[in-house]
């Protein structure tokens, strides 16, 4: 006999082994993200398939039907019926300063809470903490009519008031991001060695330089995961601005949304193509920032 013809024989049938098979945990598992990302993305899909056809095409067959034409005329036509540019730099006016309030002062709250020996730390903890779980349509009526009663100089305001103007939606934006902020921050800086805050105070360096030169950057990470989650929820903001502010000219651009609407006549179409284009901003966001976004999320769990 031949050495051709004697048969193979592996290193699994020679140990005895057999080959392994897939664990259903991780095929079930791996169904489930395929199935939620597809769920998750349907309706994006059928938005931008609604935008893409004519209203008048729709209105005949339907929106669940075959196209006959794909245009991007809705996108054009929205863009300057709505006067989206407008609204843009509106939502940025109101968006960038916001998320950059927002962070300076949860950041500094976060480490005086962690990082300094005071008495009402843990009460003012869970302060912070409680106040995510205020729903905002609670609090709208003696709001509004706060809003209405506080002054404000011109320059921040041409009513006069903290009603109707950015610097509103600014303040109270920032006021319902606090909480969420220094409880994210402040686990995070807890995973901060101890030690390293004790070098900086044999070598002299005081508060504020123990804050700025050493916690700061330590805490980048952290800080872009919260600068996009910020801007995200800021920017696609409608109760506020719908709510505080009564001069349609003012309101960000999910405000302008609204403008597309007529009183017994929706265009849908069109309005789906103008929600496209608002989410351009956030997605170039989190684009952007998608690395210091990922290690955010996974660097504080990993430390200790």
């Known amino acids: 006999m031949t050495t051709d013809t004697l048969p193979r024989v592996t290193a699994q049938q020679t140990s005895g082994e057999r080959p392994k098979s897939r664990p259903w945990g991780q095929v ?5 993200l395929v199935s939620a990302s ?7 899909l059928f938005a931008l398939y609604i935008a893409l056809r004519p209203y008048a095409e729709t209105q005949k067959y339907g929106y669940v039907s075959l196209p006959h034409t794909l245009t991007l005329k809705n996108f054009s036509q ?5 006067d989206m540019l407008h609204y843009f730099l509106n939502s940025v006016l109101i968006t960038i300063p916001a998320v950059v309030i927002a962070l300076a002062l949860s950041t500094g709250v976060a480490f005086i809470l962690t990082r300094v020996n005071v008495k009402l730390n843990v009460a003012l903890l869970i302060l912070f903490t409680a106040g995510n779980l205020l729903p905002q349509q609670v609090i709208i009526t003696p709001l509004y009519r706060l809003f209405l009663k506080v002054p404000l100089p011109e320059f921040l305001s041409e009513s ?10 600014i303040l109270i934006n920032v006021a319902f ?8 921050l402040s686990n995070y800086m807890k995973s901060i060695p101890e030690e390293m805050y004790e070098a900086a105070l ?4 005081g508060l504020w330089t123990r804050f700025w030169k050493l916690t700061v950057p330590l805490c980048r990470p952290a800080l872009a995961a919260l600068a996009t989650l ?4 800021i920017y696609n903001d409608f109760f506020w601005a719908i709510t505080l502010m009564s001069s349609g000219d003012k309101r960000p651009v999910t405000s302008a949304l609204a403008n597309l609407q007529g009183q017994f006549v929706s265009d849908q179409n069109l309005i789906a ?3 496209l284009i608002a989410a351009i901003p956030t997605l170039v966001v989190y684009i952007l920032l998608q690395k210091q976004f990922i290690a955010g999320l996974s660097l504080g769990s990993s430390k200790g």
């Not at 597809?38 to 994006?44: A, G, H, K, S, Y």
């Not at 006069?160 to 939606?169: D, I, P, Q, V």
């Not at 044999?202 to 360096?205: I, L, N, P, Q, T």
């Open 28 to 32: 079930s598992a791996q169904l489930f």
């Open 38 to 44: 597809v769920l998750w993305l349907l309706p994006i």
């Open 78 to 82: 929205a863009w300057t019926q709505s």
């Open 160 to 169: 006069g008031l903290l009603y109707n103007s950015a610097f509103g939606l």
């Open 177 to 184: 991001q606090q909480g969420f902020c220094v409880f994210v």
């Open 202 to 205: 044999v070598d002299g360096a």
């Open 230 to 233: 910020l801007t995200t929820w």
């Open 273 to 275: 193509a103008a929600a």
